[in-house]
Nanobody, 122 residues
Framework: QVQLVESGGGSVQAGGSLRLSCAIS????????MAWFRQAPGKERERVAA???????TYSDSVKGRFTISKDNTKKILLLQMNSLKPEDSAMYYC????????????????WGQGTQVTVFP
């Protein structure tokens, strides 16, 4: 069974950077789509970035140019480098995996971490 554990969240002033990590246990398939979602209080959970072999990376418009998603299959980690952070980036961030379509539908993702909090102060 695949398990995900996020880390790296914290508080930072606007303009700062954070790097989130997702440790993956179990044995995900080679073509697994891996993604980062975030959810702020009162807001819907949204996908901010996703990565899949061959297909490459995709980002939401709100984070393009500021966030970078990457993975290390050997170490089984998923990373999200967040630069030029804004207060509106404040949210609980989750990593998620699916071996189905690499879209942004919540129900498409089979495995979820418990989340790590990111707070950006103005």
């Amino acid at each position: 069974q695949v398990q995900l554990v996020e880390s790296g969240g914290g508080s930072v002033q606007a303009g700062g950077s954070l790097r989130l990590s997702c440790a993956i246990s179990g044995n995900p398939r080679y073509r697994t789509c891996m993604a980062w979602f975030r959810q702020a209080p009162g807001k819907e959970r949204e996908r901010v970035a996703a990565i899949r072999s061959v297909v490459g990376e995709t980002y939401s418009d709100s984070v393009k140019g500021r966030f970078t998603i990457s993975k290390d299959n050997t170490k089984k980690i998923l990373l999200l480098q967040m630069n030029s952070l804004k207060p509106e980036d404040s949210a609980m961030y989750y990593c998620a995996l699916t071996d189905m379509w690499c879209n942004d539908f919540l129900t498409n993702y089979q495995f979820w971490g418990q989340g790590t909090q990111v707070t950006v102060f103005p």
